[in-house]
């Protein structure tokens, strides 16, 4: 199942959502134009190494990406659920929100594999915290999702809520199951990056707060 919008009316423009796609789109052609030397170079130096950490990383290795499945994935989860809760927060507060979850979800990537020289990179910590915010602002929001059955593609409408706890159930079975793993995980994903970073999505949109009652209150005005 890949999102691909919600059916939530929105008064402004995704403007920050918009941005970091265009963000990490920008450097991930850069990295297609790198020979294998010089991207191996650019995501150890760049992307999240728990073994020899430097904090500027929990920054950067969120707008690298591993191959063009990792990037397309991430942005669409970007795109279908970051909109509204733009339109929620607002632009500067969004922003500030995103970075802190994505900044949240490496430091829990790093405890967990803290031995690990394994070079971490992708927004998939810091969307996470978009979707955990998600669930608890609009939880019964309905996601335009693209469906494959068998050799068919259609696309359906999906509560958000069973969608999000979906995915963070996958997250937490996956990353437990891996605990044991020297590594990111066999399979190359950091699940207790994206477990942190959903978590953390919950606790900071409530922290930080949203303009949803401001905004109740124009649909009652315009209609």
């Not at 978590?199 to 124009?218: E, F, I, N, Q, S």
Request: proline share 4%; hydrophobic share 50%; charged share 10%.
């Amino acid at each position: 199942m890949f999102p691909l919008r919600d059916d939530r009316p929105t008064f402004t423009a995704p403007i920050v959502t918009t941005l970091l796609i265009v963000a990490c789109t920008l450097v991930f052609i850069f990295e297609l134009l790198l020979d294998d030397y010089s991207l191996n170079h650019f995501i150890t130096m760049y992307g999240v190494v728990p073994a020899r950490l430097h904090p500027q990383t929990l920054f950067t290795s969120m707008f690298l990406h591993g191959g063009w499945s990792h990037i397309l994935g991430n942005m669409l989860f970007l795109w279908a659920f970051g909109r509204s809760l733009e339109d929620a927060m607002g632009h500067t507060k969004f922003l500030g929100f995103y970075l802190s979850c994505g900044v949240i979800s490496a430091i829990v990537h790093v405890l967990f594999n803290h031995y690990s020289r394994v070079p971490t990179v992708g927004a998939s910590g810091a969307i996470a915290g978009v979707m955990g915010a998600y669930l608890l602002k609009f939880p019964r929001a309905n996601i335009r999702t693209l469906v494959f059955v068998i050799v068919f593609v259609t696309t359906a409408d999906i509560p958000a809520a069973f969608i999000l706890i979906y995915w963070f159930v996958i997250q937490l079975s996956s990353g437990f199951g891996s605990i044991a793993s020297t590594q990111v995980t066999n399979s190359g994903v950091a699940w207790f990056a994206h477990i942190g970073g959903f978590l953390a999505g919950m606790a900071l949109v409530h922290l930080m707060g949203t303009r949803t009652r401001y905004y109740r209150r124009r649909d009652i005005y315009w209609n």
